[in-house]
């Protein structure tokens, strides 16, 4: 292909911000961590590795993601535990915050809802920042290890992959049927999992976790949750998603309330505003 004479200063064009977040609804995290000080622990799911399960978080509590025995990554779904067609929305989540997420930012719904249903408010590996080969932690650009992509590039029937552990778990959880519950399931906050894009093919890669036992990932519910996490069968994710060999551990969900009172102020955020008209 023929260099235009021009490439340069097309190539040089300064870039602009896409969604500049200065707007958004401030994050309080000095009265996050007020409250977060008096909770006590309500609930715990332990998650099997290569397996998934559910949890449920009333709004105005906490939940945290541990690795208990070993470098393990999470894919997590969330959704309104009232309504399951309002859910995390992991493509505007990374429009609004960026490809990786950390203490203050926020996990946002799908349309029409768009709000806050989580706000991050402590991360052990927010020390982790960008790699020099682009890569961080906790991201919202991966999808999820499935069967059909693994069928698409190898022809496999691999059933312990995240989509389908998310599947049977929310489908056990609900007491549906797994074609009731597969619709629900959605594109994931990858916890734990270290990803970038490679510089020279813009290709999604993933490299070991730096997650060692004892670290977490904490939450706050801005409304009622219901959680599916599962422990993705790449174990640390250093070099394959979906292994019957990797070395893979469980993953601890723990949920915390906090005391009366702590949170005063602090109110669950309502519906977007936009009228739907559409134009219309």
């Not at 906090?258 to 309502?270: H, I, N, R």
């Amino acid at each position: 292909m023929k260099l235009p004479k021009d490439a340069a200063a097309r190539r040089g064009v300064a870039p602009v911000i896409c969604y500049p977040n200065d707007s958004l609804p401030p994050v309080d995290l000095s009265l996050y961590r007020r409250a977060r000080a008096s909770a006590v622990k309500t609930d715990e799911v332990l998650v099997p590795a290569r397996d998934a399960a559910c949890f449920e978080v009333p709004a105005g509590q906490f939940f945290r993601i541990s690795s208990v025995e070993g470098a393990q990554v999470g894919d997590l779904n969330l959704w309104n535990r009232n309504d399951l067609s309002e859910r995390f929305y992991s493509g505007k989540t990374r429009a609004l915050h960026g490809t990786h997420i950390t203490t203050g930012e926020r996990m946002w719904t799908s349309f029409p809802y768009l709000r806050p249903m989580a706000t991050l408010t402590d991360d052990t590996l927010g020390w982790y920042g960008i790699d020099e080969y682009g890569g961080s932690v906790h991201d919202v650009i991966g999808t999820r290890c499935d069967p059909y992509t693994g069928n698409l590039l190898a022809g496999s029937q691999y059933h312990h992959c995240c989509h389908s552990n998310l599947t049977r778990a929310l489908a056990d959880h609900l007491g549906v049927s797994l074609a009731e519950a597969e619709p629900h399931v959605h594109d994931v906050l990858n916890v734990f999992m270290c990803t970038g894009f490679t510089r020279d093919t813009g290709q999604y890669f993933m490299k070991a976790s730096p997650v060692r036992p004892g670290d977490y990932l904490e939450g706050f519910a801005e409304i009622d949750l219901l959680g599916a996490l599962s422990a993705c069968p790449g174990g640390d994710c250093s070099a394959e998603h979906s292994s019957d060999t990797a070395a893979c551990h469980p993953l601890l969900v723990e949920v915390f309330a906090p005391a009366a009172g702590t949170l005063e102020g602090w109110v669950s955020p309502q519906v977007n505003g936009y009228d739907g008209s559409h134009g219309r």
